[in-house]
C-alpha cells in the first residue's frame, strides 16, 4: 500500500491487489453536494494489514462503503477509480458489485447484532451466500459454514449454527461474522471498528483468530480503527485520514516510531502507551470540522499547533519522509526555507 497522487500512475505490479485513485465520494443533499472522501490515492498489496486511522467523521468508514459499492443516495462515488483484480468497481454496475460482496470482498461490521438478521438462524445467514457465490448443495453448504465455525474457533459449531443471533455472546457473535465474511474466500477483508464493542479479553481472541487467519489464508485486510493500539498489534501498513484526505501514510514501525504530521502526533500523544508511561494524555484541541464547512488551506490548521500563514491559505503537496512514508505539510518546506535563510 502507498499513498501516491492521483497523476502518478505507477505500472501495474502482480503483487497488488486494489489500486485506489483520486476516489472522491459526496452526498448530495437537497441543495448542495457535500465532499465526505476528497480525492484520496492508495494501492494495497496482497496479504498486507493496513489501517486507516483518524477520529469519527474524518472519512474512514466512507472510504470502505466506497470501495464495497455499499453506498446508498443521496452518497455516491462522484469521481476516481477503484480497482480491484483489473476491474474499476467505481463503474459496476448494482448486480456486478453484489456478486463481488460477501465474494471477493467482505466487510465485517463493529456492532454484528446489527448485521445478523435476528429472526434467521445463523446457520441460514451462514449457507445462503456460500449456496449463491460458491454454487454448492444444500448440504456441501452446510458442511463450509460448519467448517469455517470451526475455522473461527466456534465450541459446538452444530448447536451455534442452529442458533439464533441473540442466543450467542457479542464474541460469539463476531466470530460468526468473520466466520460468514470468510466463508467464500474473499481476498480483501475490510474489518471496520471490529472489535470496539467487545471486552478486552474478548478483542484480544478476535485480534489473534484476524492475525491467524490472514497468515493462513493470505488475505488483505483493510482494519479501520481509532484504536491505535490494535493498529500497533496488526498492521504492517497506515493511512491516517483527517477532513475526507489521507494526511499521512507509512509502515506501521517507521510511522509510530517517527509520526511526522502534527495531526498523527496529536493522535498518538492522546492515546494510552504501555510502552511509555505518560504523566497525561494531551488531547487534540477543537473538533473535526463538519463536511459542510471544511476549512480552506491545510484542513487541520484550525487545530494545529504549528499552523502558519501559508497552511491558512494553500493546501500542501505530498512530502516524501523515508521510503514508503509520506506525509502532507508544509512543515518541512518552512524548515528547508527557514535553513536556507539563516546559512
Ligand atoms: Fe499544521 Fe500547517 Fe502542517 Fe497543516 S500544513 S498540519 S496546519 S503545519
Not at 266 to 276: A, F, K, Q, R, V
Amino acid at each position: 500500500m502507498t499513498a501516491v497522487s492521483a497523476q502518478a500512475l505507477p505500472q501495474a505490479d502482480p503483487s497488488e491487489l486494489l489500486r485506489v485513485r483520486g476516489l472522491t465520494t459526496r452526498f448530495h443533499l437537497h441543495k448542495k453536494a457535500v465532499t465526505a472522501v476528497d480525492g484520496i490515492s492508495f494501492d494495497l498489496k496482497r496479504g498486507e494489514v493496513v489501517a486507516i486511522v483518524g477520529e469519527s467523521g474524518c472519512g474512514k468508514s466512507i472510504t470502505a462503503f466506497s470501495i464495497m459499492g455499499l453506498l446508498s443516495p443521496p452518497g455516491r462515488v462522484d469521481s476516481g477509480e477503484i480497482l480491484f483484480e483489473g476491474r474499476n468497481l467505481a463503474k459496476l454496475s448494482r448486480e456486478e458489485m453484489r456478486d463481488i460482496q460477501g465474494n471477493r470482498i467482505s466487510m465485517i461490521f463493529q456492532e454484528p447484532l446489527t448485521s445478523l438478521n435476528p429472526l434467521l438462524t445463523i446457520g441460514f445467514q451462514l449457507d445462503e451466500p456460500i449456496r449463491a457465490h460458491l454454487k454448492l448443495g444444500k448440504a456441501a453448504a452446510r458442511e463450509r459454514s460448519l467448517e469455517m465455525l470451526r475455522k473461527v474457533g466456534m465450541p459446538r459449531p452444530e448447536a451455534v449454527h442452529a442458533s439464533y443471533p441473540h442466543e450467542l455472546s457479542g464474541g460469539m457473535r463476531q466470530r460468526v461474522m468473520i466466520a460468514m465474511a470468510l466463508s467464500c474466500n474473499p481476498s480483501l477483508l475490510i474489518a471496520d471498528e471490529p472489535t470496539t464493542a467487545l471486552d478486552v479479553t474478548i478483542q484480544a481472541q478476535i485480534l489473534e483468530l484476524m492475525k491467524d487467519l490472514r497468515n493462513e489464508l493470505q488475505m488483505t485486510i483493510v482494519l479501520i480503527t481509532h484504536d491505535l493500539g490494535v493498529v500497533a498489534e496488526m498492521a504492517d501498513r497506515v493511512i491516517v485520514m483527517y477532513g475526507g484526505q489521507i494526511v499521512e501514510q507509512g509502515d506501521t514501525f517507521s510511522l509510530f516510531r517517527n509520526p511526522s504530521h502534527p495531526y498523527t502526533q496529536g493522535l498518538l500523544n492522546s492515546t494510552p502507551n504501555i510502552h511509555e508511561l505518560k504523566d497525561k494524555l494531551e488531547p487534540i484541541k477543537g473538533t473535526v470540522p463538519p463536511l459542510t464547512n471544511m476549512p480552506h488551506g491545510c484542513r487541520f490548521h484550525p487545530r494545529c499547533p504549528h499552523a502558519f500563514e501559508k497552511c491558512v491559505s494553500a493546501a500542501p503537496g505530498w512530502v516524501d519522509l523515508h521510503d514508503d512514508h509520506q506525509m502532507r505539510c508544509w512543515l518541512p518546506e518552512k524548515k528547508e526555507r527557514s535553513l536556507h535563510e539563516h546559512g
